[in-house]
């Protein structure tokens, strides 16, 4: 089973994209972003009208925040209360998800878990003090799979105490859409032919809401790339041809600078990659962005483009960029209680004896059991914890598929993969697995309430894919 190819927008597209439109694409968000009467930001969910592909495809009716895809880049500095003052347009409920984010419960915005759903017409004050510095993003967390395919998901980028030095710093928000070819989103969500394999995967992939041809780009720069995988389905795996990206930080947390594994940034949905990279490039050349996570499906996201100035500095700074830490509280592996989730069922794969794949679902289990929908958690959680409880949590893949799984409220460290420690300390708030792979992660469980654990595959997470973890 393999994705459809991206699609290939029209000659005339990428001229224009050439002419500029790309760099347009990539300018800061933040004029969506508008701050309320009392000094909350407002954001608005509703449908919108966007150039998705550019001419000479018509516009797409996409769901949006602010009215652009993706939402506004909402920008605070750590330690700043967030105010976010909500109001749902759309036709059905919705609620805003702060993901990765140390937030109480009560603001975590999961329907029925966390908050009543927001119906239409409705509002909610989203308010929280920000803990961490970082690359997070914002998402429904209702009828997730259609909400975010159509378009709902914004960056939220919380700056560090002072200023990190580089020349620029440009988020990349990376999104995979289903398209007819008039151009529209296609209606076909929770088709059960995407749930029980890879998931919704799309034909069309956007930078920033847009197909960009080139990235404008001086020598000699240090750019800060907040990179983040907004899409429902689709891994991504990045190939900055020609240059040497280090990754400083991981889900939002710093990690000791480092090349990327096999030269290839892996970015599971859900998941962000903040790199340092060094334009070591000559003006006038231009360097490819691949990504080449299905390698027979192997495309150009985009190109790094070196405008004819001169170069920004001699060489480049061989100082590496290290983030400070963010206050996570310390583990205590020695007293940690052991949890295991094993993953079963999908396609080539089975369920647990006395349950049955139907067309209905489900398709996959968590230890056995395979809630569908949020409402289907009133029942007892999968797991409990008490709070201030370390917690070592070993995840078994037994299915043929990947899965990025998602730990609300509590960013963990990656211990081991498939019984081999991690070669760095690694902060995550989604772990990446691999078919067949073994991971163990360990947290603290410092904050009380019913937080949800699921695949951010989000076919897999509405077909069986989630449970919640209690911390009482
Ligand atoms: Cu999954």
Redesign the pocket.
């Known amino acids: 089973m393999t994705a459809p190819p991206p699609f290939r927008p029209g000659r005339r597209a990428v001229l224009a994209a050439a002419a500029g439109l790309a760099g347009a694409a990539l300018l800061p968000r933040a004029a969506g972003a508008v701050a309320a009467a009392d000094g909350a930001v407002a954001l608005t969910a509703g449908p919108a009208r966007v150039s998705l592909v550019g001419p000479p495809h018509p516009q797409t009716t996409v769901w949006a925040y602010n009215g652009t895809v993706p939402g506004p880049v909402l920008r605070w500095r750590q330690g700043d209360t967030a105010r976010i003052a909500f109001t749902n347009a759309l036709a059905e409920e919705t609620t805003v998800h702060w993901h990765g984010l140390r937030v109480p419960v009560a603001m975590d915005g999961v329907p029925h878990l966390s908050q009543p759903p927001v119906p239409p017409g409705g509002r909610f004050t989203y308010a929280f003090t920000l803990k961490d510095a970082g690359t997070f993003w914002y998402h429904p967390h209702a009828n997730s799979a259609q909400q975010v395919g159509r378009g709902l998901a914004g960056v939220l980028v919380v700056k560090e105490r002072e200023p990190v030095p580089v020349d620029r710093d440009l988020v990349w928000a990376l999104s995979d859409w289903r398209l007819t070819r008039e151009a529209a989103v296609d209606d076909g969500f929770g088709h059960p032919m995407d749930a029980s394999h890879a ?1 919704r995967l799309g034909n069309t992939v956007t930078l920033n809401g847009a197909i960009v041809d080139a990235v404008p780009v001086r020598a000699g720069e240090r750019l800060r790339l907040r990179l983040a995988n907004l899409a429902g389905a689709r891994v991504f795996a990045l190939e900055f041809r020609g240059h040497a990206p280090q990754v400083i930080a991981l889900d939002g947390h710093p990690v000791p600078p480092h090349a990327p594994d096999g030269d290839r940034v892996v970015l599971g949905p859900g998941q962000r990659a903040d790199l340092m990279l060094d334009l070591t490039g000559a003006p006038g050349e231009r360097f490819d962005v691949v990504d080449s996570f299905h390698p027979r499906q192997t495309y150009r996201l985009t190109s790094l483009v070196y405008g004819s100035d001169a170069p920004v500095r001699r060489s480049p700074s061989d100082t590496p960029v290290v983030l400070p830490a963010n206050p996570l509280p310390p583990l205590d592996l020695a007293g940690a209680v052991r949890h295991d989730v094993v993953i079963e069922g999908g396609a080539m794969g089975r369920l647990p004896d006395g349950m049955a794949m139907t067309p209905a679902g489900p398709f ?1 289990t968590l230890n056995g059991t395979a809630p569908m929908g949020h409402a289907a958690h009133a029942g007892p959680p999968l797991i409990t914890v008490k709070r201030g409880q370390t917690v070592r949590m070993g995840f078994v893949n037994d299915t043929a ?1 990947w ?2 799984m998602h730990l609300h409220g509590f960013p963990f460290r990656i211990l081991t993969r498939n019984g081999a420690p991690s070669p760095r300390e690694e902060w995550r708030d989604t772990v990446l697995l691999a078919p067949r792979e073994a991971v163990e992660i360990a947290f603290v469980a410092e904050e009380p309430g019913d937080w949800m654990l699921h ?1 951010h ?1 989000l076919d ?1 997470q509405e077909f069986g ?1 989630m449970a919640v973890l209690r911390v009482a």
Request: charged content about 0%; glycine content about 12%.
């Open positions: 998931g996959w598929w899965h990025p695949c595959v897999h894919m």
